[in-house]
């Protein structure tokens, strides 16, 4: 049986996707499934979120050095710099991507996993999602946990 994959976004909440790969590698290590459910993260333009934040400092520096004069302007920039920091967590999505690839003879077991992985507590709030065999975003999500490390 070719695999499934369960799709969780955890938005820009790093903590709870960490307690879920907690969750799955406890449960992988209890029933000795190693091989069988494999996990991946995907995270969207981190970079991007770590470069425009040294970016925003140096600006800020040569306001001030400009002249003290304009402390209210500073203030100003320092505070429309913040809305921009909380846009800059939109891009920091993280997503976490599990793979259950058992065997033919294990469908019970595999069918059972797809249920009770999504409902647990820190996945039901990530906006779970299956994709099987046969659905059109199945080649994609494949390559992509594939690609990722």
Known sequence: MPHSFLLFDFGADENAAQQARHRIDGWKQGFRLDKKIQVKFERKEPEAKQEA?????????????????KPSGKSKST???APEDNSGKD????RLIVRLD???HEKLS???WI????IEEPFKD???RIV?????EFKATSDLFDSLD
Not at 91 to 94: A, L
Not at 115 to 118: A, F, T
């Open 126 to 128: 990530a906006n779970p």
């Open 53 to 69: 934040a040294p970016a925003a400092p140096p600006k800020a520096r040569k306001t001030s050095a400009k002249g003290k004069a």
């Open 91 to 94: 891009p920091g999505q993280v």
């Open 102 to 104: 058992f065997s033919d």
């Open 110 to 112: 595999h069918q059972r």
């Open 115 to 118: 249920d009770r992985i999504p």
């Open 79 to 81: 505070v429309e710099s």
């Open 132 to 136: 099987r065999v046969g659905e059109p």
